[in-house]
């Protein structure tokens, strides 16, 4: 079974930056704009995304502020998932709102490789339950293609085709100790990269 890296630590920085200035544009500001990411490495990427939106957007929070700040969150959607009755084990992860809520604002789901199109499914019934948001986008750093629901990526870091038994893993620094993209060969076709990683 072979891997190769396709994307490397410089390529994600790039990629989460791109993707910080089109969620700006195309919200025309940071105004009502609150990220919520898919554990686990969603929630991650969606704590870097809020660093760069700082960075970039005067008025929005703190540099600092991550998970469960006012315009950062969690969404878990373990009980959510479809995958349940097949005695599929997923460990929960806690659902954290922002601060501000989500009633009324422009909610960015984030998560790292979309796929089938399962996740999201879950991620959108499972914010049902948390409020009404004025309008909902999605985030993910890698599409991979071979959905299985009629569900598009608003905000993609990198289109990365792939054959059906291939995996890709991806490994940030906060969790796995490196920031990489990496596709096996012959694998499963799952991705390897906790509960977003099948999105």
Do not use: C, F
Not at 126 to 144: F, K, M, T
Not at 157 to 178: C, F, I, W
């Amino acid at each position: 079974m072979g891997t190769r890296t396709v994307l490397q630590q410089p390529d994600i920085t790039r990629a989460l930056t791109r993707i910080a200035h089109e969620i700006l544009e195309a919200n025309h500001g940071g105004s009502d704009l609150v990220l919520l990411g898919i554990p686990t490495r969603g929630a991650v990427l969606a704590e870097r995304l809020g660093r760069i939106l700082a960075d970039i957007e005067p008025g929005w929070e703190s540099a600092a502020a991550g998970i469960g700040s006012e315009r950062v969150g969690a969404l878990d959607v373990t009980m959510y998932r479809d995958d349940l009755r097949r005695g599929i084990g997923r460990a929960p992860h806690p659902t954290v709102i922002p601060a501000g809520g989500v009633d009324g604002k422009v909610v960015v789901l984030v998560d790292d490789v979309l796929y089938s199109g399962r996740t999201v499914r879950a991620a959108l019934d499972a914010l049902q339950g948390i409020g009404r948001p004025r309008a909902v986008r999605l985030a993910v750093l890698v599409d991979r293609g071979h959905r299985e629901l009629p569900i598009r990526a608003d905000h993609v870091g990198k289109n990365l085709p792939t054959a059906g038994d291939e995996r890709v893993s991806l490994h940030l620094t906060e969790t796995d100790g490196v920031d990489d993209v990496v596709i096996e060969q012959g694998g499963t076709g799952q991705s390897s990269t906790g509960q977003g990683g099948a999105a």
